[in-house]
Protein backbone atom coordinates (compact mmCIF):
# COMPACT_ATOMS: atom_id res chain seq x y z
CA UNK A 1 0.00 0.00 0.00
CA UNK A 2 1.44 3.31 -0.73
CA UNK A 3 1.57 5.70 2.05
CA UNK A 4 0.23 9.11 1.06
CA UNK A 5 0.47 12.88 2.69
CA UNK A 6 -1.16 15.93 1.58
CA UNK A 7 -0.06 19.64 1.95
CA UNK A 8 -2.95 21.99 1.13
CA UNK A 9 -5.71 20.09 2.22
CA UNK A 10 -8.54 22.62 2.32
CA UNK A 11 -8.45 23.69 -1.30
CA UNK A 12 -10.57 21.85 -4.27
CA UNK A 13 -7.80 20.34 -5.72
CA UNK A 14 -7.10 18.76 -2.08
CA UNK A 15 -10.67 17.45 -1.65
CA UNK A 16 -10.57 16.01 -5.35
CA UNK A 17 -6.99 14.28 -4.23
CA UNK A 18 -8.70 13.06 -1.28
CA UNK A 19 -11.79 11.55 -2.83
CA UNK A 20 -9.71 9.58 -5.99
CA UNK A 21 -7.26 8.07 -2.96
CA UNK A 22 -9.76 6.90 -0.68
CA UNK A 23 -11.05 4.97 -3.22
CA UNK A 24 -7.53 3.73 -4.99
CA UNK A 25 -7.08 0.15 -4.75
CA UNK A 26 -3.18 0.51 -4.10
CA UNK A 27 -2.75 3.78 -1.82
CA UNK A 28 -3.79 5.43 1.19
CA UNK A 29 -3.91 8.28 3.31
CA UNK A 30 -1.49 8.80 6.05
CA UNK A 31 -2.60 12.67 6.81
CA UNK A 32 -3.64 15.37 5.05
CA UNK A 33 -2.11 19.21 6.90
CA UNK A 34 -4.01 22.16 6.72
CA UNK A 35 -3.13 24.90 8.99
CA UNK A 36 -6.68 26.68 8.87
CA UNK A 37 -8.33 23.12 9.00
CA UNK A 38 -6.23 21.71 11.96
CA UNK A 39 -8.33 19.58 14.25
CA UNK A 40 -11.70 19.86 12.24
CA UNK A 41 -12.80 16.29 10.33
CA UNK A 42 -11.63 16.51 6.76
CA UNK A 43 -15.46 15.30 5.81
CA UNK A 44 -16.97 18.45 7.51
CA UNK A 45 -14.52 20.99 5.28
CA UNK A 46 -15.34 18.78 1.69
CA UNK A 47 -18.56 17.48 2.55
CA UNK A 48 -18.45 15.27 -0.56
CA UNK A 49 -16.48 12.90 1.46
CA UNK A 50 -18.99 12.59 4.27
CA UNK A 51 -18.74 8.15 4.74
CA UNK A 52 -15.25 8.19 3.10
CA UNK A 53 -13.04 9.06 5.60
CA UNK A 54 -12.89 9.76 9.33
CA UNK A 55 -9.66 11.49 8.70
CA UNK A 56 -8.96 14.90 10.49
CA UNK A 57 -6.89 17.60 9.09
CA UNK A 58 -3.48 18.27 10.83
CA UNK A 59 -0.94 20.87 11.12
CA UNK A 60 1.70 18.49 11.68
CA UNK A 61 4.01 16.97 8.92
CA UNK A 62 5.66 13.86 9.20
CA UNK A 63 7.65 13.23 5.67
CA UNK A 64 9.45 10.02 7.53
CA UNK A 65 6.12 8.10 7.70
CA UNK A 66 4.68 8.65 3.85
CA UNK A 67 6.03 7.02 0.44
CA UNK A 68 4.43 9.97 -1.88
CA UNK A 69 3.71 13.33 -0.54
CA UNK A 70 1.44 15.71 -2.91
CA UNK A 71 1.75 19.43 -2.37
CA UNK A 72 -1.52 21.35 -2.97
CA UNK A 73 -1.03 24.49 -1.36
CA UNK A 74 -0.89 28.03 -3.96
CA UNK A 75 1.59 28.95 -6.39
CA UNK A 76 4.89 29.60 -4.21
CA UNK A 77 4.26 27.70 -1.45
CA UNK A 78 5.84 24.90 -2.53
CA UNK A 79 9.23 26.36 -2.71
CA UNK A 80 8.64 27.87 0.58
CA UNK A 81 7.61 24.00 2.07
CA UNK A 82 11.11 22.89 0.90
CA UNK A 83 13.17 25.99 1.96
CA UNK A 84 11.45 25.12 5.83
CA UNK A 85 11.73 21.26 5.56
CA UNK A 86 14.58 18.51 4.32
CA UNK A 87 13.36 16.07 1.99
CA UNK A 88 14.00 12.45 2.93
CA UNK A 89 15.57 10.11 1.16
CA UNK A 90 13.45 8.14 -1.49
CA UNK A 91 10.25 10.42 -0.51
CA UNK A 92 8.11 11.24 -4.40
CA UNK A 93 6.95 14.21 -4.91
CA UNK A 94 3.72 15.80 -7.04
CA UNK A 95 3.62 18.88 -6.87
CA UNK A 96 0.52 20.68 -8.18
CA UNK A 97 1.31 24.00 -7.77
CA UNK A 98 3.43 25.99 -10.79
CA UNK A 99 6.68 26.36 -8.69
CA UNK A 100 9.03 23.24 -10.38
CA UNK A 101 6.82 22.83 -14.10
CA UNK A 102 10.52 25.05 -15.49
CA UNK A 103 11.72 21.36 -14.48
CA UNK A 104 14.02 23.29 -11.73
CA UNK A 105 15.48 21.45 -8.66
CA UNK A 106 15.21 17.69 -10.26
CA UNK A 107 11.66 17.82 -11.57
CA UNK A 108 10.06 16.36 -14.02
CA UNK A 109 6.81 18.09 -16.10
CA UNK A 110 4.37 15.98 -15.42
CA UNK A 111 2.34 15.53 -19.06
CA UNK A 112 1.89 11.57 -19.18
CA UNK A 113 0.72 12.28 -23.17
CA UNK A 114 4.21 14.05 -23.11
CA UNK A 115 7.02 12.59 -20.57
CA UNK A 116 5.25 8.73 -19.78
CA UNK A 117 8.60 7.34 -19.66
CA UNK A 118 10.24 10.14 -17.66
CA UNK A 119 7.65 10.53 -15.19
CA UNK A 120 7.97 6.77 -14.46
CA UNK A 121 11.58 7.13 -13.35
CA UNK A 122 11.03 10.44 -11.24
CA UNK A 123 11.15 10.88 -8.23
CA UNK A 124 9.84 14.37 -8.35
CA UNK A 125 6.75 15.49 -10.48
CA UNK A 126 5.49 18.65 -12.02
CA UNK A 127 1.84 18.72 -12.62
CA UNK A 128 0.71 20.56 -15.13
CA UNK A 129 -1.33 23.81 -15.13
CA UNK A 130 -5.03 23.01 -15.52
CA UNK A 131 -4.88 24.99 -19.38
CA UNK A 132 -1.84 23.81 -19.90
CA UNK A 133 -2.98 20.27 -20.13
CA UNK A 134 -6.28 21.22 -22.19
CA UNK A 135 -4.00 23.30 -24.48
CA UNK A 136 -1.16 21.23 -24.81
CA UNK A 137 -3.25 18.05 -25.35
CA UNK A 138 -4.91 19.93 -28.32
CA UNK A 139 -1.83 20.94 -30.11
CA UNK A 140 0.78 18.07 -29.54
CA UNK A 141 0.72 15.51 -32.03
CA UNK A 142 1.33 18.74 -34.38
CA UNK A 143 3.66 19.74 -32.41
CA UNK A 144 5.61 16.14 -32.43
CA UNK A 145 5.29 16.18 -36.32
CA UNK A 146 6.51 19.85 -36.44
CA UNK A 147 3.19 20.86 -38.34
CA UNK A 148 3.10 24.42 -35.69
CA UNK A 149 4.92 26.29 -38.07
CA UNK A 150 1.94 29.36 -38.12
CA UNK A 151 -0.03 31.41 -35.73
CA UNK A 152 -1.83 29.93 -33.27
CA UNK A 153 -4.97 31.13 -31.36
CA UNK A 154 -6.46 29.56 -28.60
CA UNK A 155 -9.89 30.55 -26.35
CA UNK A 156 -10.69 28.36 -23.54
CA UNK A 157 -13.43 28.83 -21.11
CA UNK A 158 -12.58 27.80 -17.14
CA UNK A 159 -14.95 26.60 -14.46
CA UNK A 160 -15.13 29.15 -11.53
CA UNK A 161 -13.29 26.23 -9.23
CA UNK A 162 -10.14 26.93 -11.44
CA UNK A 163 -9.98 30.23 -9.42
CA UNK A 164 -9.40 28.12 -5.91
CA UNK A 165 -11.52 27.94 -3.00
CA UNK A 166 -11.18 31.29 -1.69
CA UNK A 167 -13.82 33.86 -3.03
CA UNK A 168 -13.42 36.90 -4.73
CA UNK A 169 -15.00 39.65 -6.85
CA UNK A 170 -15.02 37.25 -9.55
CA UNK A 171 -15.86 34.11 -8.70
CA UNK A 172 -18.40 34.43 -6.46
CA UNK A 173 -21.72 32.68 -7.60
CA UNK A 174 -24.30 36.28 -8.29
CA UNK A 175 -21.42 37.65 -10.42
CA UNK A 176 -20.29 34.35 -12.28
CA UNK A 177 -23.69 33.23 -12.82
CA UNK A 178 -25.39 33.85 -16.58
CA UNK A 179 -21.77 35.88 -17.20
CA UNK A 180 -18.63 35.73 -19.01
CA UNK A 181 -15.05 37.63 -18.82
CA UNK A 182 -11.93 37.41 -20.13
CA UNK A 183 -8.77 38.21 -18.37
CA UNK A 184 -4.98 37.96 -18.19
CA UNK A 185 -5.82 38.43 -21.75
CA UNK A 186 -2.67 36.92 -24.19
CA UNK A 187 -0.28 37.19 -20.89
CA UNK A 188 -1.61 33.93 -18.57
CA UNK A 189 1.00 32.13 -16.31
CA UNK A 190 0.26 28.83 -17.88
CA UNK A 191 1.40 30.43 -21.45
CA UNK A 192 5.62 29.83 -20.52
CA UNK A 193 5.07 25.78 -19.68
CA UNK A 194 2.59 25.59 -22.78
CA UNK A 195 5.30 27.26 -24.99
CA UNK A 196 7.96 25.25 -23.70
CA UNK A 197 6.36 22.29 -24.29
CA UNK A 198 4.89 22.72 -27.63
CA UNK A 199 8.03 24.63 -28.24
CA UNK A 200 6.34 27.59 -30.27
CA UNK A 201 7.40 30.81 -28.73
CA UNK A 202 5.64 33.58 -29.03
CA UNK A 203 2.85 32.60 -32.13
CA UNK A 204 1.03 30.85 -29.61
CA UNK A 205 -1.70 33.48 -27.96
CA UNK A 206 -3.86 32.71 -26.07
CA UNK A 207 -7.35 34.13 -24.19
CA UNK A 208 -8.59 32.42 -21.28
CA UNK A 209 -12.49 33.36 -20.53
CA UNK A 210 -14.22 32.65 -17.31
CA UNK A 211 -17.32 31.11 -17.90
CA UNK A 212 -20.53 30.14 -15.58
CA UNK A 213 -20.21 26.80 -14.65
CA UNK A 214 -18.53 25.21 -11.81
CA UNK A 215 -15.73 22.67 -13.12
CA UNK A 216 -14.29 21.87 -16.32
CA UNK A 217 -12.76 23.89 -19.85
CA UNK A 218 -13.17 24.00 -23.25
CA UNK A 219 -10.40 24.90 -25.25
CA UNK A 220 -10.79 25.87 -29.30
CA UNK A 221 -7.37 26.41 -30.96
CA UNK A 222 -6.93 26.70 -34.22
CA UNK A 223 -3.73 27.06 -36.60
CA UNK A 224 -2.95 26.92 -40.59
CA UNK A 225 -2.15 22.87 -41.50
CA UNK A 226 -2.04 21.68 -44.96
CA UNK A 227 -2.57 18.27 -44.31
CA UNK A 228 -6.45 17.26 -44.99
CA UNK A 229 -8.89 16.53 -42.03
CA UNK A 230 -8.50 12.90 -42.21
CA UNK A 231 -4.97 12.77 -42.52
CA UNK A 232 -4.94 14.94 -39.19
CA UNK A 233 -7.17 12.91 -37.45
CA UNK A 234 -4.49 9.54 -38.45
CA UNK A 235 -2.21 11.40 -37.20
CA UNK A 236 -3.61 12.15 -33.76
CA UNK A 237 -5.21 8.67 -33.17
CA UNK A 238 -1.84 7.75 -33.94
CA UNK A 239 -0.30 10.37 -31.41
CA UNK A 240 -3.13 9.18 -28.63
CA UNK A 241 -2.79 5.49 -29.37
CA UNK A 242 -1.64 4.64 -25.75
CA UNK A 243 -2.64 7.53 -24.10
CA UNK A 244 -5.59 5.48 -21.89
CA UNK A 245 -7.13 8.71 -21.35
CA UNK A 246 -6.99 11.07 -24.65
CA UNK A 247 -9.73 10.14 -27.23
CA UNK A 248 -10.11 11.57 -31.04
CA UNK A 249 -13.51 12.43 -31.19
CA UNK A 250 -15.47 11.58 -34.65
CA UNK A 251 -18.08 14.29 -33.65
CA UNK A 252 -17.75 17.62 -31.40
CA UNK A 253 -16.74 17.91 -27.87
CA UNK A 254 -18.46 19.18 -24.92
CA UNK A 255 -17.82 19.87 -21.32
CA UNK A 256 -20.96 17.38 -19.88
CA UNK A 257 -18.44 14.08 -21.52
CA UNK A 258 -16.03 15.24 -19.46
CA UNK A 259 -17.10 16.43 -16.24
CA UNK A 260 -15.78 14.30 -13.22
CA UNK A 261 -13.69 12.25 -15.54
CA UNK A 262 -9.87 12.18 -16.00
CA UNK A 263 -10.54 12.39 -19.84
CA UNK A 264 -9.57 14.80 -21.91
CA UNK A 265 -12.01 14.50 -25.32
CA UNK A 266 -10.70 15.98 -28.88
CA UNK A 267 -12.51 17.01 -32.13
CA UNK A 268 -11.23 17.99 -35.27
CA UNK A 269 -12.66 20.42 -38.11
CA UNK A 270 -11.00 21.68 -41.41
CA UNK A 271 -12.22 25.05 -42.36
CA UNK A 272 -10.52 26.76 -45.35
CA UNK A 273 -6.66 25.49 -44.33
CA UNK A 274 -7.52 26.34 -40.83
CA UNK A 275 -7.38 23.71 -38.51
CA UNK A 276 -9.71 23.90 -35.31
CA UNK A 277 -9.06 21.45 -32.91
CA UNK A 278 -11.74 21.32 -29.33
CA UNK A 279 -10.20 19.97 -26.15
CA UNK A 280 -12.39 19.64 -22.78
CA UNK A 281 -10.83 18.11 -20.01
CA UNK A 282 -12.25 18.72 -16.07
CA UNK A 283 -10.09 21.14 -14.36
CA UNK A 284 -10.10 19.83 -11.44
CA UNK A 285 -9.44 16.12 -12.48
CA UNK A 286 -7.26 15.41 -15.46
CA UNK A 287 -6.55 19.26 -15.32
CA UNK A 288 -4.81 18.71 -11.33
CA UNK A 289 -5.71 15.95 -8.77
CA UNK A 290 -6.31 13.28 -11.40
CA UNK A 291 -3.90 14.11 -13.20
CA UNK A 292 -1.35 13.53 -10.00
CA UNK A 293 -2.88 10.10 -9.32
CA UNK A 294 -2.44 9.35 -13.10
CA UNK A 295 1.73 10.50 -12.27
CA UNK A 296 1.61 8.69 -8.97
CA UNK A 297 0.98 5.23 -10.45
CA UNK A 298 3.24 5.44 -13.63
CA UNK A 299 6.03 6.52 -10.26
CA UNK A 300 5.22 3.37 -8.82
CA UNK A 301 4.77 0.96 -11.68
CA UNK A 302 0.59 0.71 -11.28
CA UNK A 303 -1.58 0.61 -14.04
CA UNK A 304 -1.91 4.08 -15.39
CA UNK A 305 -5.67 4.09 -14.92
CA UNK A 306 -5.48 2.95 -11.24
CA UNK A 307 -8.19 4.50 -9.29
CA UNK A 308 -9.31 6.68 -12.31
CA UNK A 309 -12.49 4.67 -13.94
CA UNK A 310 -14.42 7.61 -13.36
CA UNK A 311 -17.61 8.17 -15.30
CA UNK A 312 -19.12 11.28 -16.47
CA UNK A 313 -22.89 11.98 -15.88
CA UNK A 314 -25.57 10.94 -18.42
CA UNK A 315 -26.88 13.76 -18.64
Not at 82 to 107: N, T
Not at 204 to 217: E, K, M, N, S
Request: proline letters at 4%.
Amino acid sequence: MIRTGIIGGAGYTAGELVRLLVNHPEAGIAWIHSESQAGKPVAEHHPGLVGDTDLVFTDQVNLEGIDVLFLCSAHGKSREFWEEHPCPEGLKVIDLAQDFRDESDGYVYGLPERNRERIAAARKVANPGCFATALQLALLPLADAGLLQGEIHVQAVTGSTGAGVKPSATTHFSWRSNNLSAYKVLTHQHLAEIRRSLGVGDNLHFIPVRGDFARGIFAVAQTPCTLSLEEVKALYESFYASAPFTWVLSGPADLKQVVNTNKCLISLEMVQGQLVVTSVIDNLLKGASGQAVQNMNLMFSLPETAGLRLKASAF
